[in-house]
C-alpha cells in the first residue's frame, strides 16, 4: 500500500513532471516571461497548502530548478514559487497551474509543518480570534433555547450540517473518534443514551463519542469537550484528513485520546503534523464550547444577580467564587474543572483556588488579590512535584528543610499559626491553612511556574485538564523562583530576621554566663525593651506574676514557662534556653511534644491561637 511522508515528498515522486511541464507553458503562454526560459528540472524546497473547495486545495511550492536558455544553449539555476489547485482525493491529477514565477534565495520561505500538511495557521496568541470565528460558523441560525442559552448546540449543529454522531462503544483512552471509511460499532441514540444498537453498520466520515468515559469518570458533560473537540476536526482539518489519506491508504480514523501526545525530534513529519493537529482541537475545543464573550456575559449576570449568590458566601471570597463557577457547570452544560480551567486562559485566576483536588484529596475554595498568577502560575502541586523540588532546588527545600515553610497537601505556606494550623487524625499530624490564608494565600503561599517541556514555533503545551486527565505530570514541569515569589519573599526575609535576632540573644544570653531562669527573663526583657505589664497583657495574667518571676520565682509547670516565652515573643533558641533553665525541656508525652515545639515557634501568636491549637492537638489550654 501506497505511503508517503508528506505532500512534499507525495508531489515530488507522483506529480513533478506534471508541475515541470505546466510551468513552462505558463511561461510560454505570459508575455512577461521571457520565451527562450524552459526549466530542465525542479527540486521541491517548500510546500504549503491551503483550503479552497474541498476536496479542492491550493498548492504553493517554492523549487531550484535547472533553467535552459535557448539562445546560448547555456544553463543556469534559480529559484521559483509556483501556485496551483488540484483535487486531493484525486491526487491532484490534472492540476490546474495558476502562477508561476522567479523568486531570489532571500525570498524562500521557512517550510512549516502544518502547512505541509494543510492544517491551519493557529498559534496561541490566535486561538480565541480562531474560536470565536469556529463558535460563529457552528451556531449561525441556530435558535437556542433561552432556558440554555450560554449551551453550545452540539445535536443541534449535528442536524444543521447533517452530520453523522454517535456516542459509541471505543476502547479505553479513545474520547472520540472520526472514522473514515465504512466500519461497524456499537452505537447510542445521542437523544437516549439508553437505546443501543450492536454492530450497526456506520458509514464513513463518522464522528463517534466515548459513550463509556464520561459515565465512568463522573465527568457531567465532558461529551459536550469532546464532542466540539471531534466539530473542530470537523471545521478545520478536513483537508488534512484528507492529505492524511493521500498519503497513507491505510488511514482509517483519528483518535482523540485522553493520553497525552509527547512532542519529541524523533517523531516523523505525519506524528508531527497529528500532534499539531490535536493541540489546534484541545486547545480550541474549550474555547468554541465557551467563548470568551459568553462567558464574561455569565459571570457579570452571576456577580450582579444577588438572588443566585450563597447567602453565607462572603462577596469575592474563595467560597463565592466556588459557587460561583457551580452556577457558570450548569450555565455551559460542562464540569466545573471545565470552568475552572476555562477562566485560567481568560485571565480570571481566582479560579485556581476553586475545585482544588489534588492527589484524590479535595481540599477547601481559597482565594489571593486578583491578578496575582498568570495563566501557566499555580500556587497547587501534588506530592510528585513538590518532592522532585524538593531534591532538584535549593531555595526551595532550605524553606521546608528550615521549617519556614510546611507543605499542606496541595499548597507550600509559611509555618506560622497565623496562615496554618495543624489538625491531628488517627495520631498523624498534618496542616492546613487557616481561614485567614484561604482569603490571603498570595501573602502566604508559594506558586509555581509551569513551563511545557514542549514549546514548538508558539504552540505550547501544557496539558488539557478537560481532555488529557494525565498530560499534566507527563509533558510539564514545575519550577520554583524565589525571586519570583515577592511578597511571601519579603515575609521570609522579615521570619529570617527574626531567626539571627533569636540566635543573637541566645548567644549575648550564654556570653553574659546567665544560668537561673529569673536572670534570664529580667535580661531578656531588657534587651526588647518589654515592661511587665506589656508581657502580663500578652498572656493575661497580672504584672505581679511576672515580677516574682523576675525576682527569683522559678515557673513550676511546662505551660507557665510557654507562656513567658509567648509574653516575650522569644524564638525558639532563647524559648528552649528559658525551658531548659525552669523545668528542664518538653514533655515526651503523646502529641504534647508536637503541639508545644509547634507553639515555640509560634510565639508572635496570641494566646488565643495557641489555645486553638492546643484544642487540635485533643490537648486543654494554657493559662497563668
Known amino acids: 500500500m501506497a505511503q508517503y511522508e508528506s505532500l512534499k515528498d507525495y508531489l515530488s515522486l507522483n506529480r513533478k513532471d506534471e508541475i515541470l511541464k505546466k510551468t513552462n507553458e505558463y511561461f510560454q503562454a505570459h508575455s512577461n516571461v521571457k520565451n527562450n526560459v524552459c526549466l530542465k528540472d525542479i527540486t521541491i524546497i517548500t510546500v504549503s497548502c491551503v483550503e479552497e473547495i474541498l476536496p479542492t486545495a491550493m498548492v504553493c511550492m517554492e523549487v531550484s530548478a535547472e533553467v535552459y536558455i535557448n539562445n ?38 521557512e517550510e512549516k509543518i502544518p502547512a505541509l500538511f494543510g492544517l491551519p495557521d493557529i498559534t496561541c496568541d490566535t486561538l480565541e480570534e480562531e474560536a470565536q470565528k469556529i463558535h ?106 484528507y492529505i492524511s489519506q493521500l498519503l497513507d491508504d491505510n488511514y482509517q480514523l483519528m483518535n482523540c485520546s485522553s493520553k497525552p501526545i509527547v512532542f519529541d525530534d524523533s517523531m516523523s513529519l505525519k506524528d508531527r503534523a497529528y500532534w499539531y493537529a490535536e493541540w489546534q482541537a484541545n486547545e480550541l475545543a474549550i474555547r468554541v464550547a465557551m467563548p470568551k464573550h459568553l462567558v464574561e456575559k455569565a459571570i457579570e449576570e452571576y456577580n450582579n444577580d444577588e438572588s443566585v449568590h450563597n447567602p453565607t458566601d462572603k462577596p469575592f471570597s474563595g467560597m463565592y467564587y466556588h459557587h460561583m463557577i457551580e452556577k457558570l457547570s450548569w450555565d455551559f452544560n460542562v464540569p466545573e474543572v471545565i470552568v475552572k480551567e476555562r477562566l485560567r486562559q481568560l485571565g480570571y485566576d481566582y479560579a485556581e483556588g476553586t475545585f482544588v483536588t489534588v492527589d484524590d484529596c479535595t481540599y477547601k475554595p481559597f482565594t489571593f488579590t486578583q491578578g496575582t498568577l498568570k495563566e501557566n502560575e499555580t500556587f497547587v502541586i501534588d506530592r510528585k512535584n513538590y518532592e522532585r523540588l524538593l531534591r532538584e532546588n535549593k531555595d526551595f527545600a532550605e524553606l521546608i528543610e528550615s521549617k519556614i515553610c510546611v507543605y499542606t497537601g496541595y499548597v507550600v505556606c509559611l509555618y506560622d499559626a497565623k496562615y496554618i494550623k495543624p489538625t491531628v487524625n488517627n495520631g498523624q499530624i498534618s496542616y492546613e491553612l487557616t481561614a485567614y490564608a484561604r482569603e490571603h494565600a498570595d501573602e502566604c503561599c508559594l506558586f509555581y511556574t509551569l513551563y511545557s517541556s514542549h514549546i514548538i514555533n508558539n504552540y505550547i503545551f501544557y496539558g488539557q485538564k478537560y481532555l488529557c486527565n494525565e498530560a499534566d505530570g507527563a509533558i510539564s514541569e514545575y519550577s520554583y523562583d524565589k525571586d519570583g515569589n515577592l511578597i511571601i519573599s519579603r515575609k521570609i526575609e522579615t521570619i529570617i530576621d527574626r531567626r539571627k535576632k533569636d540566635a543573637q540573644l541566645y548567644d549575648d544570653i550564654n556570653s553574659e554566663r546567665i544560668k537561673e531562669f529569673s536572670v534570664a527573663l529580667t535580661y531578656i526583657m531588657a534587651k526588647l525593651n518589654l515592661t511587665k505589664e506589656i508581657v502580663a497583657e500578652r498572656i493575661e495574667c497580672s504584672p505581679r506574676t511576672i515580677q516574682n518571676y523576675r525576682n527569683s520565682e522559678t515557673p513550676d509547670s511546662i505551660e507557665k514557662v510557654l507562656l513567658c516565652c509567648l509574653g516575650c515573643q522569644t524564638g525558639p533558641k532563647v524559648s528552649r534556653f528559658l525551658i531548659e533553665k525552669s523545668v528542664g525541656g518538653i514533655p515526651d508525652v503523646g502529641l504534647k511534644r508536637a503541639a508545644y515545639e509547634f507553639l515555640l515557634e509560634n510565639t508572635n501568636a496570641t494566646l488565643e491561637i495557641w489555645n486553638n491549637v492546643l484544642k487540635e492537638f485533643h490537648l486543654p489550654p494554657i493559662y497563668m
Not at 482525493?89 to 508561476?100: D, E, P, W, Y
Not at 451556531?139 to 452540539?154: D, G, M, Q
Not at 454492530?199 to 463517534?208: F, G, H, R, T
Request: aromatic residues 12%.
Open 72 to 109: 546560448n544553449a547555456s544553463v543556469s539555476s534559480a529559484y521559483y514559487s509556483i501556485l496551483f489547485s488540484g483535487n486531493v482525493l484525486k491526487g491532484f491529477s490534472g492540476l490546474n497551474l495558476i502562477s508561476a514565477g522567479e523568486i531570489s534565495e532571500k525570498e524562500l520561505h
Open 136 to 241: 460563529r460558523i457552528l451556531c449561525a441560525i441556530i435558535k437556542k433555547n433561552p432556558e440554555h442559552k450560554y449551551w453550545f448546540p452540539v445535536i443541534e449543529i449535528k442536524e444543521k450540517y447533517k452530520l453523522k454522531m454517535w456516542p459509541a462503544k471505543l476502547d479505553d483512552g479513545v474520547l472520540g473518534q472520526i472514522r473514515f471509511t465504512p466500519s461497524r460499532a456499537d452505537i447510542y441514540d445521542i437523544r437516549d443514551m439508553n437505546k443501543c444498537f450492536t454492530d450497526e453498520l456506520i458509514p464513513a466520515n463518522v464522528i463517534l463519542i466515548n459513550s463509556e468515559y464520561y459515565k465512568n469518570h463522573n465527568n457531567r458533560y465532558d461529551d459536550i469537550i469532546v464532542a466540539t473537540h471531534e466539530l473542530v476536526h470537523w471545521n478545520l482539518h478536513r483537508l488534512y484528513f
